[in-house]
């Protein structure tokens, strides 16, 4: 159940964002150990001037290849979002040739209180999930 939201500079296909978006689900699925279908992703395109990623004096090159992404799940171990940071960047390079150092990830924790699936509905609270 974890909302994922991805950033990138535009200018990537179809086929290239699908396979962002699988790579990013798969290690949220085997670190975070949710459900094949436990799936929501919204990708968000911008233009180069609307993202101004740094590096917190890290001392990373960034690209246009930087992607941002934005986890909002309930919450998970230190090791689970470790698991994941390097999940992630791994992923992204093998499958995406996107470079570690352009992969940003952020997590917001919340309660099973704070989802409505649809209906009206606090699935987790009213015991459907």
Known sequence: MPL???????????????????????????SF???ERDRYQIINQHKPYEMYIEDTGLGFERTNNIVVIQVISKTRTAE???????KIAGNLEDRCSIEPED??????DNTEADWSFGLG?????????
């Open 4 to 30: 994922i939201r991805m950033d990138v500079i535009e200018g990537r296909t179809e086929e290239e964002l699908k396979l962002l978006a699988d790579a990013i689900h798969d290690a949220v699925v085997e």
């Open 33 to 35: 150990e949710v459900p």
């Open 80 to 86: 689970q979002k470790k698991q994941l940071y390097k």
């Open 103 to 108: 992969v940003m990830v952020s997590i917001t």
């Open 121 to 129: 509905e606090a699935q987790f609270l009213n015991g459907k999930l």
